[in-house]
């Protein structure tokens, strides 16, 4: 089932629009969250100034990329079977040299040189200016690495590079960073200090955007509900700022109220909320906006106030409970997804009730379910022992993944009978004289093409579902087209 996924690496291969006078090739892969993808759109258009076209032949490439994502082992581990698969690529290609980006490589900076030895590049999230001068070492002989983290790095002057899109879809990134320190998490440490982007220079993106002929945009950030502009965009420095600079800053809702103002005709995502920084602000916008999309990414991580206060969540079972009510209430058609984790430290046969009775209580229309993974330098590491045995964590998530499952099918079924304005994205994956677009809600529809087209609006009479996919059929454009 598509939409139930307990494991969200993969990988993505990226070919940019040939620039002519381009020589070089680049291959450049990304692992992980939304906005690794993200910065590997950055990443292609900083090459692209410096003679590299992007390629998806590995065999071809002068440069391989890889953006990688630390979240769990398992995503470092399929990181390094990648590095395996380019050291093969090497030994017939020697000229050709390897860097790793992103989470890992911040992470593990120098060290990752002396582990992996085809490694000639070592980048960090806030270093990817640095890349053409880094690249000069490389050639030069030199290994080179560049982890160094910045308070206010955006990459806000930088206009990235869409690259195997759909030309309809975009992400556009509002924040960098996290100062959440949940405790089981790496991203505060590979990320760095939580920082948000000037809003003209987001404004200037989205409009550049609507005219390339995009219809939506999912404004990214680790936490996006924590934006905050002031003048500068250094979330621990705001206690500091001026009264001028307090009284006119501009926070998450009117960023949102800012962007579907100026775009009645694009749909807007955004993702990731925090729940302890969700402001019934924010819901008042999406309620007040018919353009901001019904669907909200709630991560709650365990359904135990005890576990969440151990993972440094700032809020309860119960405060969750409300935000969820005031979500039904403000917002009555917006679907909610959840992250889980099963198996954190101390979490017992209890807690792990809790988690399954929050699910019923919320009834998630699709969610992301992880076992617990401990990542060295953590909190969780460092207080707490890894002490919930493999095969429990595994029985508790197989046990969450099979609830949700029930509950996802449940949700997709409200929609029969119904007809939702649909975003057509691409072609249906089983069927070429099908379209597939999502509903406002994120649930993916699929129907029959017929005059229809990529970008267009259009209303979509549900009337079958599988347990993730809604069936239907086009009964005309939408009045927003
Ligand atoms: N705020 C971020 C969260 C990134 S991590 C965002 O933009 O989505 C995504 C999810 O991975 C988390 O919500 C959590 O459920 C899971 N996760 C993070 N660290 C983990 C760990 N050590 N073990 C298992 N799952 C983890
Ligand atoms: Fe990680 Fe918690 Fe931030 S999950 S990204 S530290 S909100």
Known sequence: MEKIIDEKIQGQTLELETKKENTRKLFIESYGCAMNFSDSEIVASILANEGFNTTQNLEDADLVLVNTCSIRDKAEQTIRKRLQKYNAVKKINPKMKVGVLGCMAERLKEKFLEEERIVDLVVGPDAYKDLPNLIKEVEDGRDAVNVILSIDETYGDISPVRLGGNGVTAFVSITRGCDNMCTFCVVPFTRGRERSRDPQSILKEVNDLAEKGYKEITLLGQNVDSYLWFGGGLKRSFKKASDIQKATAMDFAQLLDLVAAEQPKMRFRFSTSNPQDMSLDVLHTMAKYQNICDYIHLPVQSGSTRI??????????????????????????????????????????????????????????????????????????????????????????????????????????????????????????????????????????????????????????????????????????????
């Open 308 to 481: 969440l206060k151990e993972m440094n969540r700032q809020h309860t079972r119960e405060e969750y409970m409300e935000l969820i009510d005031s979500v039904r209430e403000i917002l009555p058609d917006c679907s909610i997804s959840q992250d889980i984790i099963t198996g954190f430290p101390t979490e017992t046969e209890e807690d792990h009730q809790d988690t399954l009775s929050l699910m019923e209580y919320v009834k998630y229309d699709y969610g992301y379910m992880f076992a617990y993974s401990e990542r060295p330098g953590t909190l969780a590491e460092k207080k707490l022992e890894d002490d919930i045995p493999e095969e429990v964590k595994k029985r508790r998530l197989a046990e969450i993944v099979a609830l949700q499952r029930e509950h996802c099918a449940i949700r997709t079924e409200e929609f029969l009978g119904k007809t939702f304005e649909v975003l057509i994205e691409k072609e249906s994956k089983k069927s070429n004289q099908h379209w597939a677009g999502r509903t406002s809600q994120n649930t993916m529809a699929v129907f029959p093409k017929e005059n229809y087209k990529v970008g267009d609006f259009v209303m979509v009479k549900i009337d079958d579902c599988t347990s993730a996919t809604l069936i239907g059929e086009c009964v005309g454009y939408s009045k927003n087209n």
